[in-house]
């Protein structure tokens, strides 16, 4: 007997290291302030809260604004070698709601979701900031 | 006059209840009625919430609770209960009894504001700081720095795309409704609220806006609905299987349509694949079906599907 609800949940639930173009307004602390609101740029899901609707979405930078651990630093389209390096801020985590996530588009730089390899280090360099 | 006296329970099993009895019972219920403050509008829906209980009231409410008894067959094992249960057996009738009556009368009023802000602020002395300035009194989850205020956002914004709390037939209580909403105003809103401010901002959370039209959707206007949303989701669930192989529909019935997905270790060496192309196959499915098609709400959600999987099912078994 299958639990409707909790298939449901999972499958509208984004995945954790999933990429999103997010507008620069969800953010109105320094990082965005001197962008026009409307500005895309990549978020990564950072981690989903147990009431499965609200994410924490990470933002990232082509620039590197911060240095240390709580900086993942990744070239999200390991196939183009022209691609360029962003910069994922950890430390400005921010709780975003699912739904309005799942409005927006989903993909950076033509990858959806982080591979495996990707996941791992950006996990790794969580609990390097986080503990 | 707390408990139910098991002579006169007995007697109104075998059917002999004595005006004695009946005014044993009264009492008692009435006892329970003004320690837990239940509205007389549960029982008698033309009198205000906050109109006074007269003696024809509590009679009202014992006749539908022996009523309610004997419809919902409450006593048909009752000769199973030992006789030195029956009493609290009884309380815990009336006081379910009650909670139906609550939840039919939500059904069709919504939630008061009183009923949010009392729960709330029993939540809130429980497991939240506070803190006071000015006359005012601020809360939060971690420690109140008050200087925080003058960089705070505007509380409004930040829980303006928060979920609404629904108000069903099967919430019987509100308590950890109005506590889920709390904690996800205060994960998205990391300052200090005003009690008044706050409080608003929990009852504005439970969706009441069925209860602001005069009439309710008919019986019929739901099927039709159904109907409709059933035929629309023929060309999201026809777009979606197109192109798909028996094994791919294999792999999403055994991942995604199952209660505990397996690992993908284990899916990978029994479809023989990859584990990362099978990982690959399962994400780009999942986001091809959120971006295919939005539920509106969760019965909705779950009626597209239920159709997805008819058709994944039969692909699979062609």
Redesign the interface.
Known sequence: MQDWKKILMTIYTPDIGSLWAVPNKVWNNGFAHNKAGEDLHPALVERIAPCKTITHIIPGTTKDYKQGSCVFKIKINQKDPAAITSFFLIKLSMPFTKDTLISLSQGWDGVDVLNEKQLADFKMQLKFCKG | MNRFNIVYINDLLNGKLSIEGYNHILSVVGYYTKLNQWPVSIIVPEKNRDSRWEKEDYEELIQQYFEWLLVKGKLNYVHKVPDSYRSYYFLQLLISFISDKISEYQKTTGVSYNAIKKITLEILEDRFRKKERDAKVFWSDGDVILEDMSVS?DLDECIR???RVVITEKIKHLKPHVK?CL??IF??YHFPIEQEALINSVYRLFDQSQYHTTEFHSQNSNVELEVDSASNYKVQVDSLVLNLSASDCQIFLSY????D?PSLDSLASKFNLP??SL?LKI??F??K???TY??VN?DD??LF??KL?IALDKIANE
């Not at chain 2, 995604?256 to 209660?259: D, R």
């Open positions: 956002q795309s928060l979920p889920n904690l996800s994960e998205v995604l349509f199952v209660n997905p584990k990362s990982h994400a780009s999942k986001k079906i959120s971006t939005i539920p969760q959600g779950v599907l239920e999987h």
